[in-house]
Every structure is written in C-alpha cells, then in structure tokens.
C-alpha cells in the first residue's frame, strides 16, 4: 500500500510542476520545447502505472499467488502423501503375496506327503488283502482236497464193498451167506 499511496501523491505534483515548466517555458511564437512535446505522454504513463498499480491493489494480486502457490504446495504434500501411502500397500501386497507363495507350497508339500502317506496305507492293505485272500484260498483249496479224498474214500470204499461182496458171492454158498447174515443181524441185534 505503500508504494501506490506514494505514486497517487507524487502523480498530481509531478502534473502541477509539469505545468508550471511549460507556462514558463515561453510564450507565443516560440518553439516547443522537448519536454512540451512529451508532456502528455508522460502524464499518460503515470495515469497509466497509477491505474495499474490500483487495480492491482484493488485484485488482491500478491493475495492471489500467495493462495495460489499454497494450494500448489498442498497438491504437492498430497500427492507425496498419496505416494507414500501406495508404496506403502504395494509393499504389504507383495508381502501377502509372499505369505501367499508360502501357504501353496506348505500346501503342495502337504498333499504330496499325504499322496505319499495314502500310497503307502493303500499298499499295505493291497498286501494284507492279498495274504487274505491267499489264506481263504488255501483254506478253501485244503477243505475242498479233504472233500474229495473222502469222496475218493467213501468211493474207494464202496467199490471195495462191492468188489468184496461179488467175491464172496462167488466163494460162499447160499448156506454160508445165509449164515453170515443172520450172525450179523445178532450182532446188529446185541448192540442196540
């Protein structure tokens, strides 16, 4: 305010001092001097800076850089802010995606040691399967044997029977078979 409140009291002295120069400057019929030529354009230059100097006041022109260059000073914090708060998720991100990486191959490792461990209890009881299955079946192979050895037997005996009769048929009379017989419905007889 200073400086504006100077120029509007030194503009109207300078006007006054110009004016006096010139009136003292000559009369009628003398040449214009170099400062009469000028004198309007000067005073027209002050008028000009007085004006600019007002409306400039009147603007508020230092107010508005002022409040411009801290709106750009908080858009600049801002902005660090912003960046500091990605690097900061970024960083967290790529921290879980480490802890991600780790989880999977805990994860696979586990699968595979339980693959391991399912292959091996299922190999165990193929095996103790098949013992099974080779045990019923010699079982099944030794009942079936001793079924045919006393099939075999009761066959074989039947055949000796019956060889044994035709052979005594052919050896004893009708007398000695009668005779056997009834000895052996006796004996039938005292048993029971």
Known sequence: ?????????????????????????????????????????????LILVGLLVFMMKKMDIKGYFKKRTELIEQSLKEAREAKELAQKALVQVEERLKIKDKEIEEILKAA??????????????????KARILEQTRNNIDFEVKQAKEAIKQEAVEIAMELAEKKLKEKLTKEEQMKLLEESITKIEGKN
């Open 112 to 129: 595979r040691e339980s693959g391991e461990r399912e292959t091996g209890r299922l190999a165990e009881e193929g095996d103790r399967l």
């Open 1 to 45: 305010m200073d400086i504006l409140h100077k120029i509007l009291c030194l503009a109207p002295a300078a006007v006054l001092l110009t004016v006096s120069l010139s009136f003292a400057s000559g009369g009628e019929g003398a040449e214009p001097s170099l400062f009469n030529a000028y004198f309007w354009a000067i005073i027209n230059f």
